[in-house]
């Protein structure tokens, strides 16, 4: 029998504003190899991913699931090494990379067939966590499904150097698309442009208001916005509403800037739906978990788009466990280009 000390992060308080440290509590345990199941494995997480739906969950009220529990370690993706496994296991040992939804933690026992095998021959395996993860899934079919993007026609995504928005982008171009992408520094508008083939991006702190951003679309958008893959909401996709086309299709992805109590309190912004009715457009809200059924039809289609370079895919990390709420918060700060990832 071998002992692990294993070190979570609990999630302990819940923020009314921005999540940080002070919101949650690191411990400790000891897991034996001796606790596992015949179906279950234990593995050693190598890096966790850090996303914004985590905050989103840790506010008092239920949104496509209840609040994430107080006093539970906290959620959340994981890509690591399988350490032993249980005597029924097939198809996994020690050693393989796998990933799993096992949450802030070093070590975690789980069910064999709730892992995922990696083959890092084929792909690095953090990218399970990024473009061909959650993240990934969530850019594809949220573009092509929801979006239905033609060629020639103009998309606009916002949190456009992140994880998600980066991906959006990228396929909006493949598709024959002219993309243009909202992101918080002249460095990442640079990136998104000279690097991932985007076609202009603007620099949102430069256009802090409504009027601001609408002349910038004015400028980069000259023949309206045909699709919008919103994952930041407020003041940038008032400006958005403002621009859109007969037909237009607004995508609901994500409102990172309400995430951190806004949403408790919301600022009044301008009422937009008759922009709507104007241009017969179509708003609609998507979910990754509603394609997870469907993770292999991305990944059919997205991992030979990363192969060749079709698709280029960023990735930021934070070193150390400990920094795993930093990381955290330091989503809201944009501190991140492509996906987040903390590694051991
Ligand atoms: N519907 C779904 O199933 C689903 C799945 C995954 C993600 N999402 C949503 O999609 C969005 C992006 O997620 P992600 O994982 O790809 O994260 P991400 O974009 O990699 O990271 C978050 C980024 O948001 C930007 N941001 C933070 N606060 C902002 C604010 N107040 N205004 C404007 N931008 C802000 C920052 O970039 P800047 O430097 O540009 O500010 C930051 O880097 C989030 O809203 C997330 O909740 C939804």
Same mark, same amino acid.
């Given at each position: 029998?071998?002992?692990?000390?294993?070190?979570?992060?609990?999630?302990?308080?819940?923020?009314?504003?921005?999540?940080?440290?002070?919101?949650?509590?690191?411990?400790?345990?000891? &897991?034996?190899?001796? +606790?596992?199941?015949?179906?279950?494995?234990?593995?050693?997480?190598?890096?966790?991913?850090?996303?914004?739906?985590?905050?989103?969950?840790?506010?008092?009220?239920?949104?496509?699931?209840?609040?994430?529990?107080?006093?539970?370690? +906290?959620?959340?993706?994981?890509?690591?090494?399988?350490?032993?496994?249980?005597?029924?296991?097939?198809?996994?040992?020690?050693?393989?990379?796998?990933?799993?939804?096992?949450?802030? +933690?070093?070590? !975690?026992?789980?069910?064999?067939?709730?892992?995922?095998?990696?083959?890092?021959?084929?792909?690095?395996?953090?990218?399970?966590?990024?473009?061909?993860?959650?993240?990934?899934?969530?850019?594809?079919?949220?573009?092509?499904?929801?979006?239905?993007?033609?060629? @020639?026609?103009?998309?606009?995504?916002?949190? !456009?150097?992140?994880?998600?928005?980066?991906?959006?982008?990228?396929?909006?171009?493949?598709? @024959?698309?002219?993309?243009?992408?909202?992101?918080?520094?002249? !460095?990442?508008?640079?990136? &998104?442009?000279?690097?991932?083939?985007?076609?202009?991006?603007?620099? %949102?702190?430069?256009?802090?208001?409504?009027?601001?951003?609408?002349?910038?679309?004015?400028?980069?958008?000259?023949?309206?916005?045909?699709?919008?893959?919103?994952?930041?909401?407020?003041?940038?996709?008032?400006?958005?509403?403002?621009?859109?086309?007969?037909?237009?299709?607004?995508?609901?992805?994500?409102?990172?800037?309400? %995430?951190?109590?806004?949403?408790?309190?919301?600022?009044?912004?301008?009422?937009?739906?008759?922009?709507?009715? %104007?241009?017969?457009?179509?708003?609609?809200?998507?979910?990754?978990?509603?394609?997870?059924?469907?993770?292999?039809?991305?990944?059919?289609?997205?991992?030979?788009?990363?192969?060749?370079?079709?698709?280029?895919? +960023?990735?930021?990390?934070?070193?150390?466990?400990?920094?795993?709420?930093?990381?955290?918060?330091?989503?809201?700060?944009?501190?991140?280009?492509?996906?987040?990832?903390?590694?051991?």
């Amino acid at each position: 029998m071998s002992h692990y000390q294993n070190r979570q992060w609990i999630y302990a308080r819940r923020p009314e504003t921005e999540v940080g440290i002070e919101h949650y509590d690191l411990t400790e345990q000891t &897991l034996d190899s001796d +606790q596992l199941g015949d179906d279950e494995i234990l593995v050693k997480a190598r890096y966790w991913s850090v996303d914004p739906y985590m905050r989103i969950q840790q506010a008092n009220h239920t949104t496509w699931e209840a609040p994430h529990p107080v006093g539970a370690v +906290q959620g959340g993706g994981m890509v690591g090494q399988v350490i032993a496994t249980g005597s029924k296991v097939s198809g996994l040992a020690a050693s393989d990379w796998v990933n799993a939804y096992t949450g802030w +933690q070093e070590y !975690a026992v789980c069910p064999s067939d709730e892992a995922i095998r990696l083959d890092p021959d084929t792909a690095p395996v953090t990218t399970a966590l990024g473009v061909l993860g959650m993240p990934g899934r969530t850019a594809y079919f949220g573009l092509l499904e929801a979006g239905r993007p033609q060629a @020639g026609e103009t998309v606009v995504v916002s949190g !456009a150097a992140g994880a998600v928005g980066s991906i959006v982008g990228q396929i909006a171009r493949l598709k @024959g698309c002219r993309v243009i992408g909202i992101a918080g520094s002249d !460095a990442k508008c640079t990136q &998104l442009v000279e690097e991932l083939g985007f076609d202009a991006a603007i620099n %949102y702190r430069e256009h802090p208001g409504q009027a601001d951003m609408q002349q910038a679309f004015a400028r980069h958008c000259p023949d309206g916005i045909d699709i919008y893959f919103d994952n930041v909401g407020g003041v940038i996709t008032d400006a958005v509403m403002e621009c859109i086309n007969l037909r237009a299709r607004i995508i609901v992805c994500g409102q990172i800037s309400q %995430y951190s109590g806004q949403l408790d309190q919301p600022e009044m912004g301008p009422r937009f739906l008759h922009r709507i009715l %104007y241009a017969r457009a179509t708003i609609q809200g998507i979910l990754s978990r509603d394609y997870s059924e469907r993770h292999a039809q991305m990944l059919a289609a997205m991992a030979p788009w990363v192969k060749h370079g079709d698709i280029r895919y +960023q990735e930021t990390f934070m070193d150390g466990f400990a920094s795993l709420p930093t990381a955290l918060a330091a989503l809201f700060a944009g501190a991140n280009t492509g996906k987040m990832i903390v590694r051991a």
